[in-house]
Each structure stands twice: as C-alpha cells, then as structure tokens.
C-alpha cells in the first residue's frame, strides 16, 4: 500500500520541542518533494515547511521561521519537522504530502500525490 505515515505528535508545554516524522510506505520517498501542512480546529489547512528532494531547497511559513526545521534522510525514506519553541498557537493536525514538484507542496491547493492522515500537535500547560 502506498502511504505517508506521520508520528512524533502529542502533548508539549510552551516553549518545548517535538520531532515528527513523515515516512513513506510503498514507494521512494527521494523521488517527491515533501511539505508539511497543519489545521487547527475550525481553521483551513495552512502550510507549514516543505523541502525539495535533493534537500537544496526549504521554505517555511514566517510564523514558524527560525523555530521549525525540515529535514530528509532518504535513505531512511523519511522526512523531519524539528519543532522548537512551541507555542500554544502552533497547535493543531500535522499532514505531510509528497509531490513530483516543489511548487506543488509549498502551497495550499498544490498538486500532490500522496497525504498521511495526520498527527496531532497540542501545545499547552
């Protein structure tokens, strides 16, 4: 079956850190670009990160430059979002998605060919 499988979420106080992971099942995760995407309740889908295959290139929303770090080992065919500084605000439902091309998960509405069903970020005391 060909998947993205996210983990790493749970609850985190303000100001700590969470690792996800997104891993690809049933394919080579080295031949998309990958983006992570994040909704919080009653919210659209809003773009979060995302990195091109060879790793070359990263993007992130401002509102987490400078806290948030993607990253890719594809020889472990998985992809990291290293989130520190955690704030209350950040939390929500974590998506990866793979796409043939960079544009496509940089932005919300991108062609995509693959989405994980998501974890969950909670951020509070």
């Known amino acids: 079956q060909l998947q993205l499988v996210e983990s790493g979420g749970g609850l985190v106080q303000p100001g700590g850190s969470l690792r996800l992971s997104c891993a690809a099942s049933g394919f080579t995760l080295d031949d998309y670009a990958i983006g992570w995407f994040r909704q919080a309740p009653g919210k659209e889908r809003g773009f979060v990160s995302c990195?091109?295959?060879?790793?070359?290139?990263?993007n992130y929303v401002a509102s987490v430059k400078g806290r948030f770090t993607i990253s890719r080992d594809n020889a472990k065919n998985t992809v990291y979002l290293q989130m520190n500084s955690l704030k209350p605000e950040d939390t929500a439902a974590y998506y990866c998605?793979?796409?043939?091309?960079?544009?496509?998960?940089?932005?919300?509405?991108?062609?995509?060919?693959?989405w994980g069903q998501g974890t969950q970020v909670t951020v509070s005391s």
């Open positions: 998605a793979a796409a043939s091309s960079l544009t496509g998960v940089c932005i919300v509405g991108g062609t995509t060919n693959y």
């Open positions: 990195i091109s295959r060879s790793s070359r290139s990263t």
